[in-house]
């Protein structure tokens, strides 16, 4: 069974966003050069022509950096590159605003204002299940018998897990130039985050499990995930969905042509994203986990995930606050 790269398009039925687009597509045509260095030229009456303004100043011009809170119902196009990485910073910002989930796609790594938002703990504390789109039965129960006050979720799903050998030269690196490095290995272990990453079911070196899975080879520097999506607050009244061709890095913000849709407090957007995330991090998560098990128990005749539980102790993480299980279970009913 080939396994193929996960990516996503879009149908926006919205005219201002459309008249944006269309506008960005005839100035990026000209394919102007001098992006970070204004080309001055004058249209014959000694006024300055904007029609030949490089990307960056085009790009502002059509929607200027995003500051704080954007209103609520709306939609942001954003257009790279830009003249500074601030969107970079202010999209790590509304991750570290999250009250109660965040889902987040990395196809090619983490920037740093992102991983140290992974890093940290959840600042903003809500109340139990502040703000979740419940049913009146479950709302009732929730309040009544379960505080949920440090419940949030946050779920990374990468294309693949990073080496300890490239993690290490890329803090030694940033060291060199006095900087911090926080990667994979720094938020790993944060009790707000799950993490998955792409991953197949290879062929057992004894023969026992023939699980017959292979990647199509169609592809060069992304195998899994290709989608550069982040849902805050994803069953809320008021979710954010960020999403489109930006990869959530410096690159993508300030040198590559990339376009991004802001789009806040839609319900039924939001819904769409959560379900085709979480259907690809659980379709992931199991296999990082059989690999892993499967690595415990290397030189044993079968695997630690063929064990059968035979008693209710597999039920006990789900009813164990501290555990990330526990605040899913609680998340999503």
Request: charged share 30%.
């Amino acid at each position: 069974r080939e396994r193929r790269q996960s990516n996503v398009g879009h149908i926006v039925r919205s005219d201002q966003v459309a008249s944006q687009y269309v506008e960005y597509w005839k100035h990026l045509s000209r394919d102007l050069p001098g992006r970070k260095h204004p080309s001055k030229t004058n249209d014959g009456g000694g006024s300055e022509n904007e029609d030949n303004d490089p990307m960056d100043d085009f790009n502002e011009r059509q929607q200027p950096d995003i500051e704080g809170q954007v209103k609520s119902p709306s939609i942001k196009v954003i257009f790279s590159p830009r003249k500074t990485i601030d969107m970079l910073q202010w999209y790590a910002d509304r991750m570290g605003d999250a009250k109660s989930s965040v889902h987040y796609t990395a196809a090619f790594g983490i920037a740093q204002p992102i991983a140290q938002i992974l890093k940290g703990e959840n600042p903003s504390k809500p109340e139990a299940d502040e703000g979740l789109r419940r049913s009146p039965r479950i709302a009732r129960r929730c309040k009544k018998n379960e505080a949920t006050s440090d419940s949030l979720l946050r779920y990374v799903l990468m294309d693949n897990k990073p080496s300890e050998h490239s993690s290490e030269k890329s803090r030694a690196s940033a060291e060199k130039k006095g900087k911090e490095w926080v990667d994979y290995y720094d938020f790993k272990e944060n009790k707000s985050n799950r993490i998955a990453y792409g991953a197949i079911l290879t062929d057992d070196d004894d023969g026992a499990h023939d699980h017959g899975e292979s990647l199509t080879g169609l592809t060069t520097f992304v195998d899994y995930i290709h989608t550069k999506y982040m849902i805050v607050d994803a069953l809320t009244d008021n979710p954010l969905v960020i999403t489109g061709s930006a990869n959530f890095s410096a690159a993508s913000t300030d040198k590559n042509d990339e376009n991004s849709l802001v789009i806040q407090g839609d319900t039924r957007v939001a819904d769409v994203y959560l379900t085709e995330f979480m259907r690809l991090f659980d379709h992931f998560y199991s296999r990082d986990r059989f690999l892993e098990l499967g690595k415990r128990s290397s030189g044993k005749s079968g695997r630690v995930w063929d064990e059968v539980v035979m008693d209710e102790s597999w039920l006990q993480p789900y009813f164990d606050p501290s555990t990330q299980v526990y605040r899913e279970r609680l998340f999503f009913r």
